[in-house]
């Protein structure tokens, strides 16, 4: 008996070390912590987070707090990642970040740019670059140009960073001959001088009037084009010319809208209205009597010059041609210096040409048509002409193309 029970007590201690040592191995295969981690690639400046490097992670706590890695400057960085395993223990990994610098720069510039000959234009102005690297990047010209010779040059912007990555924009530089009538400025100075050694009686005889005299038929533009002077009425290449060189007898009165402008005028006011645009004539023709008295009553309110800058004298507004109009949309405070950013003014500005009609006093040419920017004021020219003066939205004045002027003599 008293071996036995030996023996049951040797048994007993067996079986519970056994479940000690069970106990023991379980505790020890907790599962190892998995990470994996893939190298990236990003654009300098481009936004980056720590944690985007992590492609899985199990059996682990993420240690590592998200946040943005600087990517300001170029190339490799080494992004660590903190995490906390099955045991509590904390593991470092890391993976390879890349900032790189691929994208060409931006550039922001006027697709054509217009001058005279002899007037130097600074090609840069207002032409920007941007660039993903930030840095203040300066663009240049290539490509050969004279600013004393007219013609059509095609040249380009190009900007370059530092990382050598390169960009370039075409553009036009537009040179146009100088708008002066050689032969018409002469022929005025020899009537001067013709005014001055006649009987002084006759005060109108001091006073010229530019581009009157039916010596000039015949001659030539400084684009080449013909002049002829009709009844007293100017016209080149068969279009009547009315400006501030050339001036219409004060008699001259077709009483009202030609045909043809009427029908382009209605033409235009019926195709703009299909576009959700409601236009109507808001002056049409107008009497010497009637444009003298408008430009009396503003020179003596603002001053010659102010009533020159937007009024024609007598004798030289196009109104009295029967060929040109202000046309306005409802509503939208036309005839004033913000309409043209009125929905029927840009829509006018963009349309006009296929309707025969030209924007004839556009901005930025004052010095070539005497008049400030008009949004409002259109010419019948036929749609042959209209379309070469739209000029793709870069309007080309009747001045400009034919080579004259539009200034007072007196």
Known sequence: MKRLLVMLLFVLSLVGCGKKEETKEVEEKKPEAIVELENKEVEINEEFINTSGIVKTENCELITTEEKVDTSSLGEKEITIVVKDLNNKEKNYSFKLNVIDTKAPVISGKSVINTTEGNKVNLLNGVSVSDNSKENIKATVDGKYDFNKAGTYKLQYVAKDSSGNESRKDFSLVVKEKPVVKSVEKTN??????????????????????????????????????????????????????????????????????????????????????????????????????????????????????????????????????????????????????????????????????????????????????????????????????????????????????????????
């Open 189 to 410: 100075n020899d009537n001067k001088e013709k005014s001055n050694s006649s009987s002084s009686s006759n005060t109108s005889s001091s006073k010229p009037i530019n581009g009157t005299s039916s010596s000039l038929n015949g001659t030539k533009t400084s684009k080449g084009y013909t002049i002829t002077v009709k009844n007293g009425i100017t016209y080149i290449n068969g279009i009547m010319i009315a400006n501030k060189t050339y001036p219409l007898p004060k008699s001259y009165a077709p009483g009202g809208l030609t045909s043809a402008t009427k029908n382009a005028a209605n033409e235009m006011i019926a195709a703009a209205k299909k576009d959700g645009v409601d236009l109507y004539v808001a002056s049409g023709f107008r009497s010497y009597d009637l444009q003298n008295r408008l430009w009396t009553n503003r020179k003596n309110k603002n001053g010659i010059a102010a009533a020159d800058a937007g009024t024609a004298r007598p004798g030289h507004s196009e109104h009295q041609t029967g060929l040109a109009f202000d046309m306005c949309g409802s509503g939208s405070g036309c005839i004033s210096s913000t309409y043209h950013n009125s929905k029927g003014a840009k829509w006018m500005a963009a349309n006009a040409y296929k309707y025969g009609l030209i924007l004839r006093y556009p901005n930025g040419k004052q010095g070539i048509t005497g008049y400030k920017y008009e949004s409002w004021h259109f010419r019948y020219v036929g749609k042959d002409l209209a379309s070469k003066l739209y000029n793709n939205g870069n309007w080309i004045t009747l001045e400009e193309y034919f080579g004259v002027t539009s200034k007072y003599s007196y």
